[in-house]
């Protein structure tokens, strides 16, 4: 493959390259990492805006709106939308562009649907990867949906300018998951289906639960409510997201954030070069005693872990050059 | 990591009828391929932007409504046109004598109601195990 090539025809806004691409990188085909290195440089800068929350509770009929509100403004328009790999068969039924299907046609929108793949933070290990290809093809707005997230699946805050969480009224429990695992990671929270039973107390809850901070460093993440399905509450929300969005053209506000995303992905990558040193050092039955080892209680698993790490070693082979 | 094969599961036209389509797409996923779902009353133009950005391997088409014979040729038009390589399959409603000429234009089968779900599952395994 003539990653070059295919790398400048991304940059002319080929978006059959870009598909092409992002399949490569998710697959991690051979030398995939130098297409990315390319692409790396070719980016142009897009606004990157996460949309997380539980499951059900409108994310892609959001994410479809703010779409349409992007394509009135005459952006062109990424959407990024994970859906849970099956951790059994490694299948999965990605269908959040269901809820997008007036889009489908349409020439300043690329839709991507993607299988988490082993990723447990709520998106695909390679989901950044796919922002920056298309970012690179001229997408000038793009949208990350995770899959329906529960309380420890924050990875959209590594790759996101602005993230939305979503929830909905009438799932008391539901509050109680964003208090413990997402209050931290929201800019901005939308109470969705707002016709519902309960929404303003739900949105009262979130207010009184923010109030306890005492210095948000310039931006307290608001509290909005909306009905996706009919397209109320979404010009809010896309003001919002504008005042977030120039709180982060402050350069000390933007550094610290790209600065703590930057670390996460460089650790990533390494972490994921001596899962593949051990992978590519280790026979198949040597690492089956191992852990039989463990199961027999003969060894314990810090003693396991070291004779592991010592065996991925040993060949004197460095981890795959990026 | 070993190649995924991807699928897109199309329903074109007016038809309303989608409970074969997601038999047959949970059957792919249990099979360990990722299959996106484009939703009812897509368009052969939708199907096929729908299918370049997915870079799916395979396009399944269903229709219970009588109008393949008009869309799907339609569909292969447009996969030729963009130059894409596809494995396009089509399911549903199928009378016998216009199954030659969907072939004709490169439908490569037809599951017709009564298929085994298995055979739908090792026709695209063996047909797109050399991915690439």
């Not at chain 1, 040193?277 to 280790?282: E, L, P, Q, R, T």
Request: hydrophobic share 40%; proline share 4%.
């Amino acid at each position: 493959m003539n990653y070059t090539a295919l790398a400048k025809s991304i940059f002319r806004g080929d978006r059959k390259a870009a598909a092409r691409l992002i399949s490569i990188v998710e697959d991690e085909e051979e030398g995939y990492e130098d297409a990315m290195k390319l692409v790396f440089s070719g980016t142009k800068g897009a606004g990157v805006l996460g949309v997380t929350g539980p499951p059900g509770v409108g994310k892609s009929t959001l994410v479809f709106e703010l779409a349409k509100r992007y394509r009135k403004n005459g952006k062109s328009v990424g959407i990024v939308a994970v859906d849970p790999t099956s951790p059994l068969t490694g299948g999965a039924i990605l269908g959040d562009r269901i809820r997008m299907t007036d889009l489908a046609g349409d020439q300043g929108v690329f839709i991507r649907s993607m299988g988490t793949r082993g990723g447990t933070g709520g998106l695909s290990l390679q989901a950044s990867n796919t922002i920056r290809i298309l970012d690179a093809m001229g997408c000038e707005e793009i949208i990350v949906e995770t899959v329906g997230a529960g309380q420890t699946q924050v990875d959209i805050m590594g790759l996101a300018d602005t993230v939305v969480v979503v929830t909905m009224p009438g799932t008391g429990d539901e509050v109680q998951s964003i208090k413990a695992g997402l209050l931290e990671i929201a800019d901005i929270y939308v109470v969705n289906k707002m016709d519902l039973p309960g929404a303003m107390s739900t949105a009262a809850d979130l207010k009184s639960m923010l109030n306890l901070v005492d210095d948000w460093k310039g931006w307290k993440p608001p509290v909005l409510l909306a009905s996706a399905n009919s397209g109320r509450g979404i010009d809010e929300l896309t003001g919002s997201i504008g005042g977030h969005r120039s709180r982060m053209l402050d350069p000390v506000v933007s550094m610290e954030r790209r600065s703590k995303q930057a670390r996460k992905e460089i650790f990533d990558i390494i972490t994921g070069q001596i899962m593949h040193s051990i992978a590519s050092n280790i026979q198949a039955d040597e690492l089956d005693a191992i852990v039989r080892e463990v199961v027999e209680k003969k060894t314990n698993p810090y003693d396991a872990a070291r004779k592991i790490s010592i065996a991925a070693s040993r060949t004197g082979k460095p981890p795959k050059a990026l | 990591m070993a190649r995924k094969i991807r699928v897109l599961i199309a329903k074109p036209g007016l038809d309303g009828h989608d409970r074969g389509a997601k038999v047959v797409a949970r059957a792919l996923r249990d099979a360990g391929m990722e299959v996106i779902y484009t939703g009812l009353h897509q368009s052969p133009e939708q199907i096929v932007q729908t299918a370049l950005q997915e870079d799916v391997d395979a396009i399944g088409l269903s229709s219970l409504s009588g109008a393949h014979d008009v869309l799907f040729p339609r569909v292969m038009e447009l996969v030729k046109k963009n130059r894409m390589k596809v494995l396009v399959t089509a399911g549903g409603i199928i009378p016998e004598e216009d199954i030659p000429a969907l072939k004709k234009c490169g439908i490569a089968a037809v599951f017709g109601p009564g298929t085994p779900i298995d055979d739908i599952v090792k026709f695209h395994k063996e047909r797109l195990s050399q991915k690439g």
